[in-house]
């Protein structure tokens, strides 16, 4: 089975902290994705990647950045940590492929506070 | 550009009766793919079935089954004999696929989900 493990299923800061969100897969995916979901909202793409060091913004990147040094392992950054960023976080993993039926695999959540 | 439709934030069924969820979208893409996931209280999202958009039969896994309309953009998705377990939340989501010789990074777009709550 796909193992996506994220680092931490709560975390609490303050803001303007720096903070990482670490995500790892087992499954030697080519691609990986940052969502946030809010309440009413979904789940909304912040960044994704493609293959190592590449990336590519989604639909609400402001305020993040991304990493990705090793094909296993994705972090989203909070660059200085804000009230709004106060959310649940999921990352995901897929193949890359030219078919569409493949899923995305996701971990189980990081429920982020910011005070 | 994309977009997703669950009309309804919450839906109560009783257990062992089957319940419908249902999923509208919208693309000018000819091909796609689209996904239902179950997120339960526990925060996790887990994959429950897929139809793509030329397969001619509606998709079906176990208790999970996908009524595809394809000409009204629906993919709802049939829960048949309900479980307690089965109370969580449900989200459709489409992915599109590029044209031929081009790279799918995998992009999914999701509704806003709807939660289901299975009374005993």
């Known amino acids: 089975d796909v193992k996506v493990t994220q680092s931490s299923r709560y975390l609490v800061k303050r803001t303007g902290e720096k903070v990482f969100l670490e995500c790892v897969q087992d499954?030697?995916?080519?691609?990986m994705f940052w969502y946030r979901q809010d309440p009413g909202l979904g789940l909304r793409l912040i960044y994704f990647s493609y293959d190592v060091k590449m990336k590519e913004k989604g639909d609400i990147p402001e305020g993040y950045s991304v990493s990705r040094e090793k094909k296993e392992r994705f972090s989203l950054i909070l660059e200085s940590a804000s009230t709004n960023q106060t959310s649940m976080y999921l990352c995901a993993s897929s193949l890359r492929t030219a078919y569409s039926n493949q899923p995305q695999h996701f971990g189980d959540g990081t429920r982020l506070s910011i005070l | 550009a994309q977009k997703i439709t669950q009309t309804q934030p919450g839906m109560f069924v009783q257990e062992k009766e089957a319940v419908t969820l249902d999923c509208t979208y919208d693309?000018?893409?000819?091909?796609?793919?689209l996904f239902w996931y179950k997120q339960p209280s526990s925060g996790e999202m887990i994959f429950l079935i897929y139809q793509g958009s030329y397969d001619q039969q509606n998709a079906t896994e176990g208790r999970y089954s996908l009524n595809f309309q394809k000409a009204r953009k629906s993919a709802n998705l049939v829960i048949s004999a309900s479980q307690l377990g089965d109370s969580a939340m449900y989200f459709c989501a489409m992915r599109e696929v590029p044209n031929a010789g081009g790279t799918s990074y995998g992009k999914l777009t999701f509704g806003q989900g709807t939660i289901l709550t299975v009374h005993p």
């Open positions: 499954m030697d995916h080519e691609n």
């Open positions: 693309t000018s893409d000819p091909s796609y793919g």
